[in-house]
Nanobody, 115 residues
Framework: QVQLVESGGGLVQPGGPRRLSCAGS????????MGWYRQAPGKQRELVAR???????NYVDSVKGRFTISRDNAKDTMYLQMTSLQPEDTAVYYC?????????WGQGTQVTVSS
């Protein structure tokens, strides 16, 4: 059974950092392209950052220069280092694993940016 488990969410002050983790199990983690998505209240889920199995990365424009996606295949874990967080970054953050037409999702972790 494939599981993706996000952790690291919580309440963060504006301008602060936060690191999210996504631990995978039940899949050949290194073979998958991985991504972080987020969904704010009343909005559609959007891609935040993606890292391919070859470690190529891409980001949505709104987080470029502030967020860094990485992966540790030895630990079957992906990370999202977030800095300079703003209230508009408030959302549920989801981990995604994709290989061809197969995709898996985590349950999400809430990040709230507020003073």
């Amino acid at each position: 059974q494939v599981q993706l488990v996000e952790s690291g969410g919580g309440l963060v002050q504006p301008g602060g950092p936060r690191r999210l983790s996504c631990a995978g199990s039940g899949l050949s983690f290194s073979m998958y392209d991985m991504g972080w998505y987020r969904q704010a209240p009343g909005k559609q889920r959007e891609l935040v950052a993606r890292i391919t199995r070859g470690a190529r990365t891409n980001y949505v424009d709104s987080v470029k220069g502030r967020f860094t996606i990485s992966r540790d295949n030895a630990k079957d874990t992906m990370y999202l280092q977030m800095t300079s967080l703003q209230p508009e970054d408030t959302a549920v953050y989801y981990c995604n694993a994709r290989l061809s037409v197969t995709a898996y999702w985590g349950q999400g972790t809430q990040v709230t940016v507020s003073s």
